[in-house]
């Protein structure tokens, strides 16, 4: 564009105002728009992708709820031929731990299926990732819970024990 032509685009905005502002308006609340929502795609489509088999990995809901019932996961895996493995998790809140005679509360907990390790790629400090969770009394435990029940030591070998109705 040469000189004259910008100085006669902006004297024809000038006369404007009203017509103006409602279409730099319009442009800004677009643009704005497109912005949001290309950063929740970006968001959308970048969650949980660090592990190696995300593509083949599916979160069952029902409905609004974004749990279901627990027989559903070895219903699915019977009876859909493309279902290669399933993880159920399951987690409880405002448990006791006992660890000796003291008792310490937890915010939540969450059991789940043993072929967790099969399923997503979770790094573990200590242990082997081969057979963990196979025996039903075996726990695996966060680097800060780990060091919150058994400080300064190694927690491989060590118990706790779940207070149920405590």
């Given at each position: 564009m040469t000189?004259?032509?910008?100085k006669q685009v902006l004297r024809h905005l000038a006369r404007?105002?009203?017509?103006?502002?409602?279409?730099?308006?319009?442009?800004?609340?677009?643009?704005?728009?497109?912005?949001l929502m290309t950063t929740y795609?970006?968001?959308?489509?970048?969650?949980?992708?660090?592990?190696?088999k995300s593509s083949r990995i599916y979160r069952l809901i029902d409905g609004n709820n974004s749990k279901t019932y627990y027989a559903m996961g070895e219903a699915y895996k019977n009876?859909?031929?493309?279902?290669?493995?399933?993880?159920?998790?399951?987690?409880?809140?405002?448990i006791k731990i006992k660890k000796g005679h003291q008792f310490i509360k937890e915010d939540k907990i969450i059991f789940a299926d043993p072929v967790l390790f099969d399923v997503f790629d979770i790094n573990l400090l200590n242990?082997?990732?081969k057979n963990?969770?196979?025996?039903?009394?075996?726990?695996?435990?966060?680097e800060h819970i780990a060091e919150k029940?058994?400080?300064n030591s190694?927690?491989?070998?060590e118990s706790i024990e779940l207070a149920v109705g405590q």
């Open positions: 000189h004259f032509n910008i404007r105002k009203f017509y103006t502002t409602i279409n730099l308006l319009g442009l800004g609340i677009g643009l704005g728009c497109v912005i795609l970006i968001h959308e489509f970048s969650f949980d992708t660090y592990h190696e009876n859909i031929p493309d279902v290669e493995e399933v993880c159920r998790l399951f987690g409880l809140e405002n242990g082997l990732r963990q969770l196979n025996d039903p009394n075996s726990v695996i435990i966060s029940y058994f400080p190694n927690p491989v070998g």
